[in-house]
């Protein structure tokens, strides 16, 4: 299925958007135009089109106001050396998308379709992607309820959006972030919404990342919902501990479970790791392992990742249970390595081994 082009008649001039694009900061300003195409349960999906990013109008009773039926994405397109553009891994959104889309029960959008909405905006928006290393077109696909009732029932009516914004670092990654461990609140359970990526997680961590903030911390860390002990995630994002130093490292995260979020990072991390010649792992990490490793110096570094942050270092733990610094507190080589490593891949200033760029323009 096509998409639709109804270009706007009102875009941002050239100048305005170079000012933007030079100093973007992270959904400070979006590009000109949007993606939307509806789904019913009598018609599927409708036409896909694209038009000038505006406002939309929902009934006071669409369903996603009252029972949070909502799923969201994020990718990211990167300006290449010859001035071209380049999605990363655009196909494993498009996968988790459907994935969340089944778990909250929404419908699933056909791959390529999704694909077909981010090539479109991508190319009708070009202009808008930076051209700094470590800066990109952050895109963020979306789907909610907007069936108009009252009943406690999946929605029969469905709005997909895709907007744009120009996007520099989430963190400054000269500067390790502080966090921390929530033992008062969870993220997921088993057998809950933990690796759907739906509003309603972001949500109910809100709470618990204003208790960090209160002390002092940039992030929340999360651990298991039944033995409140093994380490999950760091927000909205992966952790990644690493073990020994010098030609015996090991990088090691949290293996997934059924309650973590399935990063697209994540999953690359595993693969640049091996090819930097790191062993990697996928296991459980308690906060016990987490302290003690970092006392005795086994755990040598710590980072996070995602989407938007990319690999944010980790410098600080506190916590019910103490305050904890791993190493000197500051950005560790490795992690730094990983970070420049699937930063060059993503801007083709690296060989893409792995096949994850898809050229757009």
Request: with cysteine; charged share 20%; hydrophobic share 40%.
């Amino acid at each position: 299925m096509s998409v639709k082009l109804t270009p706007s008649s009102h875009a941002v001039e050239e100048k305005e958007r170079a000012e933007k694009v030079a100093n973007p900061g992270f959904g400070k300003y979006y590009t000109d135009h949007m993606v939307v195409a509806e789904w019913t349960e009598a018609d599927g999906w409708g036409q896909a089109e694209l038009k000038a990013y505006a406002p939309i109008s929902l009934d006071p009773a669409a369903m996603v106001f009252h029972y949070g039926q909502e799923i969201f994405e994020g990718l990211k397109a990167y300006r290449q050396p010859d001035g071209s553009i380049a999605l990363f891994r655009p196909e494993a959104n498009a996968a988790r998308f459907a994935r969340s889309a089944h778990r909250i029960a929404l419908p699933e959008m056909p791959e390529q379709l999704f694909l077909d909405t981010v090539l479109a905006l991508v190319k009708q928006d070009g202009g808008w992607v930076p051209d700094k290393i470590g800066e990109s077109l952050y895109l963020r696909p979306f789907m909610f309820a907007t069936e108009v009732g009252l009943g406690v029932r999946p929605s029969n009516r469905a709005l997909y959006m895709l907007i744009a914004t120009p996007a520099a670092a989430y963190f400054n990654p000269a500067n390790a972030v502080t966090v921390w461990i929530s033992t008062e609140y969870v993220r997921a359970a088993q057998g809950g919404t933990g690796e759907a990526k739906c509003g309603g997680n972001y949500a109910a961590s809100l709470i618990a990342q204003k208790a960090a903030a209160k002390e002092g911390c940039d992030q929340v860390v999360w651990i298991d919902a039944k033995e409140r002990k093994w380490v999950e995630e760091m927000g909205g994002m992966n952790l990644y501990f690493v073990k020994g130093s010098g030609s015996d490292v090991t990088v090691v995260t949290p293996k997934l479970t059924g309650t973590l979020l399935p990063g697209i990072t994540r999953d690359s991390i595993l693969s640049v790791a091996t090819d930097l010649g790191y062993k990697v792992e996928e296991t459980m990490i308690s906060v016990d392992d987490w302290k003690n490793g970092v006392q005795s110096g086994e755990i040598s570094e710590i980072f996070a990742c995602g989407t938007a942050a990319v690999v944010s270092p980790v410098g600080m733990a506190k916590s019910a249970m103490g305050t904890w610094v791993t190493g000197d507190g500051k950005p560790g080589p490795i992690t730094m390595k990983i970070r420049e490593t699937l930063l060059g891949i993503q801007h083709g200033t690296i060989a893409d081994s792995h096949n994850w760029m898809k050229k757009v323009l």
